[in-house]
Nanobody, 124 residues
Framework: QVQLVDSGGGLVQAGGSLRLSCTAS????????VGWFRQSPGKERVFVAA????????VYADSVKGRFAISRDNAKNTAYLQMNSLKPEDTAVYYC?????????????????WGQGTQVTVSS
């Protein structure tokens, strides 16, 4: 089993930045692919970004390209989502997810493990 802990959310003004962290335990982190998703009130959970076990070729939703960056530090068992130029429409609960086969996926159903979520609120 893998346990994921999301952290780093908070309240920020539009144009500001936040960095989310996803720390894993219970399985070698370097073998896992990691994704970030978000869910706004009354809406479905949607894909934000993903990175493979090796850290190569990260992928992003069009809505965050050029503003968000996903990365990982396998030595720290942690993945990150750096969020810059935040907009009010980025307000959501953000979840990290991990997949055993180490790949990158856009669909949440491909992921095996989920964090508890961290709230991000962007004020205008």
């Amino acid at each position: 089993q893998v346990q994921l802990v999301d952290s780093g959310g908070g309240l920020v003004q539009a144009g500001g930045s936040l960095r989310l962290s996803c720390t894993a335990s219970g399985r070698p982190f370097s073998t896992l692919g990691v994704g970030w998703f978000r869910q706004s009130p009354g809406k479905e959970r949607v894909f934000v970004a993903a990175i493979s076990w090796s850290g190569g070729s990260p992928v992003y939703a069009d809505s965050v390209k050029g503003r968000f960056a996903i990365s990982r530090d396998n030595a720290k068992n942690t993945a990150y989502l750096q969020m810059n130029s935040l907009k009010p429409e980025d307000t959501a609960v953000y979840y990290c997810a991990a997949v055993r086969n180490g790949g990158t996926y856009y669909r949440g159903s491909n992921y095996d493990y989920w964090g508890q979520g961290t709230q991000v609120t962007v004020s205008s």
